[in-house]
């Protein structure tokens, strides 16, 4: 009996420094049950070499997401992959001072995408019920806007620094394309190819406006309307 107390212990005293691999040949169904078990926490901390934190998976961070933050070598944030406390998804990319260059997040069924900090010049990709938008934008002043209708029609919109529509392009449902020119909001030149023929529509300050046309057979024509809308010129 005591022979064999001695060898069970020398055994056990070699797995002990050897490691997992004597260890699962002599205990195979031990590790295999072990294999099953999970591990629960909070927080997982990635460190490197020197002990500086690179990597931080939180089930609730400062703002109550669960997050994977990623750090440079300084410290610094650099990316968050995240699900927010409501149930948004959000993916965020910083630059070296910890400046927003790539944000993108989820909700409900629209998508918002931005390249570039927001509180400067940046773009925004979306799409908002259905409706796929790409905008370019000053701060929160929205400058250009290309979308296209739930038709599939396109247009192109062009906003001044007071927010007021300037110019657009727009096709509509007919396949019928017009430009507009707009001043206080208000359209003062509008181009267009309707019903095979090309028209020019100059709108004075008071209604009063020019119409110059070409007819598909080639015909000219010059149109001149008083602010009350009654003709007062036609060429020829």
Not at 145 to 160: H, M, N
Not at 181 to 187: C, K, V, W
Request: hydrophobic fraction near 40%.
């Amino acid at each position: 009996m005591t022979d064999n107390r001695v060898v069970m212990a020398s055994l056990l005293l070699v797995t002990s420094f050897c490691g997992g691999a004597v260890a699962s040949l002599m205990f195979g169904a031990r590790v295999e049950a072990q294999m099953d078990l999970a591990v629960t926490t909070t927080q997982v901390t990635l460190v490197d070499d020197q002990g500086t934190i690179r990597g931080m998976l939180r089930a609730r961070d400062e703002s109550g997401a669960t997050s994977l933050t990623f750090y440079d070598s300084d410290g610094q944030t650099r990316s968050v992959l995240a699900v927010e406390a409501d149930g948004r998804p959000i993916l965020r990319l910083q630059n070296a001072a910890g400046e927003p260059r790539l944000s993108a997040r989820v909700t409900g069924e629209d998508t918002l995408i931005i390249v570039g900090d927001d509180r400067e010049t940046h773009a925004v990709l979306a799409s908002a019920s259905g409706v796929p938008v790409l905008s370019f934008a000053d701060g929160q002043r929205g400058r250009a806007q290309l979308q296209l209708a739930p038709t599939g029609a396109p247009s192109l919109i062009f906003s001044g620094r007071d927010g007021q529509r300037s110019a657009a392009v727009t096709v509509d449902d007919t396949d019928t394309p017009v430009m507009t020119l707009y001043e206080g909001g208000r359209p003062r030149v509008t181009l267009g190819v309707v019903q095979q023929a090309a028209v020019l529509n100059m709108t004075g300050a008071a209604d009063s406006r020019v119409v110059i046309g070409v007819a598909g057979n080639g015909r000219g024509s010059v149109t001149i309307v008083d602010e009350a809308g009654q003709v007062v010129g036609e060429l020829p």
